[in-house]
């Protein structure tokens, strides 16, 4: 008969909880996919697969209210049917009722750490791969829309184009701005452009050729040039975050934080500075060796040319670039013959970092130089460039490691830079430093954060069951609007103790102490609340 009754009631509870679970999993499903479909143009297939992939972080938070839901409702109708009264006088014990809520109340709580620790990562990977498998569609349907796009995450380049044709991948009448730090770094214009993604395993790479394009620096230099080439990082669209990430990828991150792409990121602009500043030294540690000495020419080669160069002045511009000023020669070989092609003589050049930041190639830029061939043919030019330089083994065989970090660590950049790291680099190594003590953080906040509210559930819900027979003889919603505050007040506990933990000026371990602090005080309410009940 007791189990009869324990049936009764969970089959009672069981049916309402799933009705509430399944009518706030679609409401808060539709909003979860607005800021994809408003931000980034998502088509309707994406929508679709979007809201099957948000399905499990909807479900993460929906479970727990749905059960406060429905034991407050079905105990509170219970005991104001006075069913429980009888139960009680037919010497059944409060406890044997309470089983079917306590074993909602387990299997939400299950529900909710293994959708936390393990589902949700994965659909929100799936979801982001599914996005970056479609990012050409997404790109061309912002621009015929909206006329133009910005490509995310940090939103450094905007595209606009008076047309766009994604079957050729081509677009018309583009203007590419290039933005740091609210400031404009260069504008691009050019009649027609084509579109290329370069797929890798963590990013897109958007490749934009320009063609019949002029350019424009800050410095109000302008140049023309048949083909100009523009590489954007198309990164996480989704935000590539801790809380997305599964409990053996965090702890794989605090071994080695250059698996977390934001640190791998920073990592590779603070290695591509440091290169560059050593390139810069390498030239004028050559340079004053004898100006006079053919020696003094500073060598980089392709697979094709070979080139020497010389300046007055070398010295490191931000945005990875060495400038070249006063008198700059360059004499340019072939590399198989060794035969001389043309010496190139202008006052301005720069040479800057192209590709991945690990394994760099060089570019040359020089501004209105005079040239002249090995047959005596001379003449002016708007904008030379040489591309593909291979960065000098002088530098890269410096490193004896593999471990980034350790090579762009302020102890190796000033022992390697005679005149100390420049402000640039500093200020990226100290960033690197703050983002990775913040990476720590956030993974001891998560996964404290993941257990306090997998664990809260079964006490939140034993609290519904516990308010729905006390406040029996109010309307059936009132002990579950009652049984909010508790959960509210947990939430607020994790949510400020999540922050506390991230927050390096905060004293370590508050943060932890107080999420743990407010399960503590709430399964304490609980047990005070049975404690009345059995009394009575």
């Not at 394009?213 to 996480?236: L, N």
């Not at 030019?381 to 350790?406: N, W």
């Not at 790291?421 to 690197?432: C, E, F, M, R, V």
């Not at 922050?499 to 399964?523: C, D, E, F, Y």
């Amino acid at each position: 008969m007791v189990f009869t009754l324990q049936r009764y009631i969970f089959r009672e509870t069981f049916k309402v909880f799933v009705l509430a679970a399944v009518a706030l999993t679609l409401v808060l499903s539709l909003g979860s996919i607005l800021r994809p479909v408003q931000e980034y143009g998502a088509g309707p297939r994406q929508v679709v697969h979007l809201m099957g992939y948000s399905l499990p972080i909807t479900l993460t938070f929906v479970l727990p209210m749905a059960a406060l839901f429905a034991t407050s409702l079905v105990y509170g109708r219970f005991a104001s049917d006075n069913e429980l009264d009888a139960c009680r006088a037919s010497g059944i014990s409060l406890l044997t009722l309470v089983y079917p809520g306590l074993a909602l109340a387990i299997m939400v709580a299950t529900a909710n750490l293994i959708l936390s620790f393990h589902v949700v990562p994965a659909f929100v990977h799936r979801a982001e791969k599914s996005l970056k498998a479609d990012a050409k569609q997404i790109l061309f349907r912002n621009i015929q829309r909206r006329g133009y796009y910005k490509v995310p995450p940090d939103e450094r380049y905007f595209i606009y184009a008076d047309y766009a044709n994604p079957q050729d991948n081509m677009l018309s009448g583009v203007v590419v701005t290039e933005v740091k730090n609210l400031e404009i770094k260069r504008i691009v214009t050019a009649e027609k452009a084509k579109i290329r993604f370069i797929p890798h395993e963590r990013f897109n790479d958007v490749q934009i050729t320009a063609y019949k394009a002029y350019q424009m620096d800050p410095d109000g230099d302008m140049a023309s040039a048949e083909w100009v080439p523009i590489t954007a990082e198309f990164g996480s669209l989704l935000g590539d975050n801790i809380k997305f990430k599964k409990i053996d990828e965090m702890k794989r991150i605090g071994i080695d934080p250059m698996r977390f792409y934001p640190v791998a990121k920073l990592a590779r602009e603070a290695y591509a500075q440091f290169t560059v500043e050593l390139l810069a030294q390498d030239i004028t540690t050559k340079k004053d060796g004898d100006p006079n000495n053919r020696n003094s020419f500073y060598k980089l080669h392709s697979g094709q040319k070979l080139i020497e160069l010389t300046a007055d002045e070398c010295t490191v511009r931000d945005e990875k670039k060495v400038e070249l000023s006063g008198e700059v020669a360059v004499l340019e070989y072939d590399a198989a013959s060794r035969r001389l092609l043309r010496t190139l003589r202008t006052t301005r050049a720069f040479l800057h970092i192209e590709g991945d930041e690990l394994a760099p190639t060089l570019t040359m830029e020089m501004f209105n130089p005079m040239w002249q061939r090995a047959d005596g043919s001379q003449g002016l030019s708007g904008r030379e460039i040489i591309r593909g330089l291979i960065v000098p083994r002088a530098i890269t065989e410096r490193f004896e490691t593999t471990d980034v970090l350790k090579v762009i660590h302020p102890d190796s950049t000033d022992i390697a830079l005679q005149n100390s790291s420049s402000t640039k680099l500093k200020a990226l190594q100290n960033k690197l430093h703050k983002r990775i003590k913040r990476t720590f953080a956030e993974i001891k906040a998560e996964l404290h954060t993941r257990l306090v509210f997998g664990i809260g559930c079964v006490t939140l819900t034993m609290i519904g069951v516990g308010l729905g027979i006390i406040l029996k003889g109010g309307h059936l919603l009132s002990a579950f609007g009652a049984s909010s505050l508790p959960a509210a007040a947990l939430i607020v506990c994790i949510m400020t103790g999540k922050n506390l933990t991230k927050n390096p000026s905060a004293r370590a371990g508050s943060g932890i102490v107080l999420m743990w602090t407010g399960l503590v005080l709430l399964s304490v309410l609980a047990a005070a609340m049975y404690r009345k009940l059995l009394k009575n």
